[in-house]
């Protein structure tokens, strides 16, 4: 079994969002970088659990950045698998960082590839799709379950208002979410392993992006709460009623 | 040249994610003066004619029972075969279960731009750009889509639903190959008969304020009075007080009602990050210095189990239910 983990690098959840450049460029300085939660927590642990379930398990990460994500994939590899890659490539859009996965992934034989639901910062839920895609290879999205039958996954995902459970030949794109596997943290083994762990670096595939980020933008500020004392919940409804028109 | 609108269903009624998209799709056919096309996909029991109140002139509808269950793989090949003979420039979906999962794939196939999460009509007065949210909902990214086919995924509960178009549409039946998928649903398991989270127009959501799973009569009650559905914040779900599809946060759902009701959260940054879209946010908790209340539009400071009760009766009122 090999096993490919996604994983991107993502601004720490309690990060202040801010622009620069004219609101072109996201206000990186002093921001704490983490494994992007959902490509943590659930794609790279689940991958984990599989591997102790059979230790003959490969498991192999692949990031797409410049060398500021190297300590974010060294995290990843302090929680386990045994060696990463990193394409070598600055910004680009869903569609670049997926055929740079999809490039990796089409030499590896992988049986199984992971991603994370969505990233917490662009938010585009497209790269599991996109890389399916490139491959041509069934995709199961939102998995909140994920147990081998064999040659085949059987698989619990989410639907609107509900489950459903399917069964899916190897390989299979897999995009993950919160059920997949518990969230755990690094112990020193691991990290004093992943120093010595293999971290490849190559060049990305020429490929152009489809997209651009023309600028960014914040809210509008709230005008403020309007508190209703306790004594009169009357008042609340009456507002919600008349004047938001809530209900 | 058209805009094609993909309509989701589910066990052959239409979503109602698919009516805002429809709305939303036809409003940029509308502004560019071309067509505005819908796609259905399997056997559905409802008047597809009818759609054409949201505005659309024409509906593809491929009805084969193959496609009664959503597969990313084989939707993604049958609609492109569709935008190949219609000739959509423009391809708009949900941004929900199933756009999440075939758009992506569909805009690889099409070398298409792809915007996910889109919230506003493209603004194509120097090229074609569109806002979506970023960071979690705590900001926006206006979006260039640079390549001939633009593909847009439609965040839920972001565009109204427009009944003003006339007539009904003309509904063509049409064929296209349809491979075998190769994931096999084994079983489907819905909540029944309650609003699921992320159609909800109305939520009513609980946090560790409630102190325990047996205090949660009062917030199934004023949820089924408000037609709502229920939510949870994550440290309730994580100690199964409430069943993890509840949870709504950064790792939870994201969600985007009109109203959301927030009684004993504090408001965590991960929390908001799940429920920054909503229109209307109250917040009732006794902790006047809850972080929830800077973020609110509505807020009562007090105990829940005192006001939650009181405020029960008052909506009974309104609503002249005994």
């Given at each position: 079994?090999?096993?490919?983990?996604?994983?991107?690098?993502?601004?720490?959840?309690?990060?202040?969002?801010?622009?620069?450049?004219?609101?072109?460029?996201?206000a990186?300085?002093?921001?704490?970088?983490i494994?992007?939660p959902?490509?943590?927590?659930?794609?790279?642990?689940?991958?984990?659990?599989?591997?102790?379930?059979?230790?003959?398990?490969?498991?192999?990460l692949?990031?797409?950045?410049?060398?500021?994500?190297?300590?974010?994939?060294?995290?990843?590899?302090?929680?386990?698998?045994?060696?990463?890659?990193r394409?070598?490539?600055?910004?680009?859009?869903?569609?670049?960082?997926?055929?740079?996965?999809?490039?990796?992934?089409g030499?590896?034989?992988?049986?199984?590839?992971?991603?994370?639901?969505?990233?917490?910062?662009?938010?585009?839920?497209?790269?599991?799709?996109?890389?399916s895609?490139?491959?041509?290879?069934?995709?199961?999205?939102?998995?909140?379950?994920?147990?081998?039958?064999?040659?085949?996954?059987?698989i619990?995902?989410e639907?609107?208002?509900?489950?459903?459970?399917?069964?899916?030949?190897?390989?299979?794109?897999?995009?993950?979410?919160?059920?997949?596997?518990?969230?755990?943290?690094?112990?020193?083994?691991?990290?004093?392993?992943?120093?010595?762990?293999?971290?490849?670096?190559?060049?990305?595939?020429?490929?152009?992006?489809?997209?651009?980020?023309?600028?960014?933008?914040?809210?509008?500020?709230?005008?403020?709460?309007k508190?209703?004392?306790?004594?009169?919940?009357?008042?609340?409804?009456?507002?919600?009623?008349?004047?938001?028109?809530?209900? | 040249?058209?805009?094609?609108?993909?309509?989701?269903?589910?066990?052959?009624?239409?979503?109602?994610?698919?009516?805002?998209?429809?709305?939303?799709?036809?409003?940029?056919?509308?502004?560019?003066?071309?067509?505005?096309?819908?796609?259905?996909?399997?056997?559905?029991?409802?008047?597809?004619?009818?759609?054409?109140?949201?505005?659309?002139?024409?509906?593809?509808?491929?009805?084969?029972?193959?496609?009664n269950?959503?597969?990313?793989?084989?939707?993604?090949?049958?609609?492109?075969?569709?935008?190949?003979?219609?000739?959509?420039k423009?391809?708009?979906?949900?941004?929900?279960?199933?756009?999440?999962?075939?758009?992506?794939?569909?805009?690889?196939?099409?070398?298409?731009?792809?915007?996910?999460?889109?919230?506003?009509?493209?603004?194509?007065?120097?090229?074609?750009?569109?806002?979506?949210?970023?960071f979690?909902?705590?900001?926006?990214?206006?979006?260039?889509?640079?390549?001939?086919?633009?593909?847009?995924?439609?965040?839920?509960?972001?565009?109204?639903?427009?009944?003003?178009?006339?007539?009904?549409?003309?509904?063509?039946?049409?064929?296209?190959?349809?491979?075998?998928?190769?994931?096999?649903?084994?079983?489907?398991?819905?909540?029944?008969?309650?609003?699921?989270?992320?159609?909800?127009?109305?939520?009513?959501?609980?946090?560790?304020?409630?102190?325990?799973?047996?205090?949660?009569?009062?917030?199934?009650?004023?949820?089924?009075?408000?037609?709502?559905?229920?939510?949870?914040?994550?440290?309730?779900?994580?100690?199964?007080?409430?069943?993890?599809?509840?949870h709504?946060?950064?790792?939870?759902?994201?969600?985007?009602?009109?109203?959301?009701?927030?009684?004993?959260?504090?408001?965590?940054?991960?929390?908001?990050?799940?429920?920054?879209?909503?229109?209307?946010?109250?917040v009732?908790?006794?902790?006047?210095?809850?972080?929830?209340?800077?973020?609110?539009?509505?807020?009562?400071?007090?105990?829940?189990?005192?006001?939650?009760?009181?405020?029960?009766?008052?909506?009974?009122?309104?609503?002249?239910?005994?």
């Open positions: 079994m090999k096993i490919l983990v996604c994983i991107s690098k993502a601004p720490d959840t309690t990060t202040k969002i801010a622009f620069t450049d004219n609101n072109t460029k996201f990186a300085d002093g921001v704490q970088w494994i992007n959902y490509d943590e927590w659930y794609a790279l642990v689940r991958a984990i659990e599989l591997k102790e379930k059979d230790p003959s398990t490969i498991i192999h692949v990031t797409v950045g410049e060398a500021d994500a190297e300590p974010v994939i060294r995290k990843a590899l302090a929680l386990g698998g045994d060696e990463a890659i394409v070598n490539a600055g910004s680009g859009d869903s569609y670049y960082i997926a055929s740079q996965i999809a490039a990796i992934a030499q590896g034989a992988y049986d199984l590839i992971f991603t994370g639901k969505e990233t917490i910062d662009y938010n585009g839920s497209s790269i599991g799709g996109m890389v895609e490139l491959l041509n290879l069934p995709y199961v999205s939102l998995a909140i379950k994920f147990e081998l039958n064999g040659a085949s996954a059987v619990t995902r639907i609107e208002g509900g489950e459903e459970v399917c069964e899916v030949g190897l390989p299979v794109v897999v995009s993950c979410q919160k059920g997949m596997a518990e969230a755990r943290i690094p112990n020193m083994r691991g990290i004093m392993a992943a120093r010595t762990k293999p971290l490849k670096v190559v060049e990305p595939a020429a490929v152009d992006s489809l997209t651009s980020i023309v600028s960014f933008e914040l809210p509008p500020a709230k005008a403020g709460v508190l209703v004392p306790a004594d009169n919940p009357a008042e609340l409804v009456r507002l919600l009623h008349e004047e938001a028109k809530a209900f | 040249m058209s805009v094609l609108i993909f309509i989701d269903q589910s066990e052959g009624h239409i979503k109602k994610a698919s009516l805002e998209a429809l709305s939303y799709g036809t409003e940029i056919a509308g502004k560019s003066g071309i067509a505005a096309e819908g796609i259905i996909l399997g056997n559905v029991s409802e008047d597809i004619a009818a759609l054409g109140k949201y505005g659309v002139k024409k509906i593809y509808h491929v009805d084969n029972a193959a496609l269950h959503f597969d990313a793989q084989v939707f993604t090949n049958a609609i492109a075969e569709v935008v190949q003979r219609s000739g959509a423009v391809i708009v979906f949900s941004n929900n279960v199933d756009g999440k999962s075939v758009a992506p794939r569909l805009s690889v196939k099409l070398k298409a731009g792809l915007v996910s999460g889109a919230v506003a009509l493209p603004d194509t007065s120097n090229g074609f750009i569109v806002k979506k949210t970023v979690s909902g705590k900001a926006f990214a206006n979006i260039a889509l640079n390549a001939d086919i633009k593909i847009i995924a439609l965040n839920p509960n972001s565009f109204s639903v427009n009944t003003g178009g006339e007539g009904s549409a003309e509904v063509v039946k049409t064929d296209v190959k349809v491979e075998e998928a190769k994931v096999k649903v084994t079983s489907v398991n819905k909540v029944k008969g309650e609003v699921p989270l992320s159609e909800a127009d109305i939520v009513v959501s609980g946090g560790r304020g409630l102190k325990g799973p047996e205090n949660w009569g009062m917030i199934e009650e004023l949820a089924k009075l408000l037609g709502a559905a229920t939510a949870c914040s994550r440290p309730v779900a994580d100690t199964h007080w409430r069943p993890h599809h509840e709504v946060g950064q790792t939870g759902l994201a969600i985007a009602p009109n109203l959301y009701i927030a009684i004993g959260i504090s408001g965590a940054i991960q929390h908001l990050a799940g429920v920054n879209r909503s229109k209307i946010i109250v009732i908790n006794k902790d006047p210095e809850a972080p929830f209340f800077k973020a609110a539009d509505y807020g009562i400071v007090g105990d829940a189990f005192e006001v939650v009760p009181r405020l029960i009766e008052e909506i009974k009122k309104v609503k002249g239910v005994a």
